[in-house]
């Protein structure tokens, strides 16, 4: 059974930084592509960031380029997200997400909320 499992949500104030990671299991994850997308109230879920099986290339939405920045692991099936000036308009749940193989997989989402 795949399980992907975020932690490192919580509050921060803005400017602050958090950094998410979310571990993978049940699935060959160094074959799997992986991403981060976010959910705020009201919001539909939106892209964040991706990275390909080898971490060599990664891409991010416009809104957080430069600010966050997407990372693996693969020896220990993790995937991370260094979030750095963080601001009011982050506040969302955040989902981990595989895709390869025709499946795609979402974990169940850690909440960040910053306050201003």
């Known amino acids: 059974q795949v399980q992907l499992v975020e932690s490192g949500g919580g509050l921060v104030q803005a400017g602050g930084s958090l950094k998410l990671s979310c571990v993978a299991s049940?699935?060959?994850?160094?074959?799997?592509?992986m991403g981060w997308f976010r959910q705020a109230p009201g919001k539909e879920r939106e892209f964040v960031a991706g990275?390909?099986?080898?971490?060599?290339?990664?891409n991010y939405a416009d809104s957080v380029k430069g600010r966050f920045t997407i990372s693996r692991d693969n020896a220990k099936s993790t995937v991370y997200l260094q979030m750095n000036t963080l601001k009011p308009e982050d506040t969302a749940v955040y989902y981990c997400n595989a895709q390869a193989f025709g499946n795609t997989y979402w974990g169940q989402g850690t909440q960040v909320t910053v306050s201003s």
């Open positions: 990275i390909n099986w080898s971490g060599d290339t990664t």
């Open positions: 049940g699935l060959p994850f160094s074959s799997y592509r």
